[in-house]
């Protein structure tokens, strides 16, 4: 029986959610699936009993082999690497159920720490409940291997350092106080808003200037934003909130446009990523 165009075509949102979590990147998704799709093409009849597991497993491996590969380029990167995201207007109460299935925010930075082996076992067997001997298919290892990569992805995801436990209001709410204090520099109000190991993450891209490594603590992350608030290159900026990936953020609009968003735990912010790579914000036309 030839391959249904429209038994894919049903597949593909699911496959791309996939593929972007392994990936962090929406364009390099895309790429996978369209692989995928040719590989479907080419496949036997006998080859495929469960669509769903077949094109899943198949996307995993093509991801595995595009992390391999882009781990020499991310490593030549210009300063910290942070996905793509997905800015969207925050629209209130409502937004966080139509937000439901983005992939947060949180997860995928905590991702791009893991080695692509892991990476893909943890994204596979925890998030997408492919059992463990497709996973070693995938991985072109034993089972028991398989269930190490995946154990120890989830072991730097839980210990990733990144709490994120706040509801959407209380993100909204602990944001729009963190914003207040930078915008009047009162290094008391920060304080009070800023877990003491929270860690600042910006992605310039090589685009414009900005931190080239992590900036860990509160008085360090404080002094940071302070000064890109009072700096020359805030000036006339208009601060928009948004939903990055589902989470609370601002969209900025200024000599320097970006996304900031933040991940909140215990009334606290644990988390601040910049994305200022312009090729990597996916922005609804709705802004």
């Known amino acids: ?53 077949w094109l899943t497993t198949v996307t995993g491996r093509l ?25 969207d207007p925050d629209a209130g109460p409502a937004a966080q159920a139509e937000q439901r299935d983005q992939v947060g925010l949180a997860l995928l930075v905590v ?6 082996e892991q990476r893909v076992a943890f994204v596979l067997h925890d998030v997408f409940a492919v059992p463990y001997d497709e996973v070693a298919r995938v991985l072109g290892s034993t089972e028991v291997t398989a269930r190490q990569h995946a154990s120890r992805g989830r072991k730097a995801a839980s210990e990733g350092g990144i709490r994120h436990t706040a509801g959407l209001a209380e993100q ?12 009047s520099g009162d290094m008391q109000a920060l304080a009070n808003v800023l877990a003491p190991d929270v860690v600042s993450i910006s992605d310039g891209g090589g685009f414009t200037s900005t931190a080239l490594r992590p900036i860990v603590g509160a008085d360090k992350v404080a002094r940071f934003f302070v ?5 020359s290159r ?31 735990s215990d009334g606290r912010i644990t988390g601040l990523f910049q994305q200022l790579n312009p090729e990597k914000l996916l922005v609804s036309d709705l802004l």
């Open 1 to 53: 029986m030839p391959p249904s165009a429209a038994a894919f075509e049903a597949e593909r949102p699911h496959l791309v959610s996939v593929a972007y979590r392994m990936l962090g990147s929406v364009a390099e998704a895309q790429d996978v699936v369209q692989e995928a799709w040719l590989r479907y093409t080419r496949a036997g009849d006998d080859e495929i009993r469960d669509l769903r597991g």
């Open 63 to 87: 991801c595995l082999d595009v992390l391999k590969s882009a781990r020499v380029s991310r490593e030549a990167y210009t300063g910290q690497w942070l996905p793509e995201y997905f800015v």
């Open 111 to 116: 991702l791009e720490r893991l080695s692509p």
């Open 172 to 183: 909204r709410r602990v944001l729009t106080a963190f914003i207040e204090a930078v915008n």
């Open 227 to 231: 000064g890109i608030a009072h700096g």
């Open 234 to 264: 805030m000036s006339g900026a208009v601060l928009e909130p948004v939903l990055i990936n589902g989470t609370a953020g601002v969209f900025v609009r200024g000599a320097i446009s970006g996304a900031l968003g933040v991940t909140v």
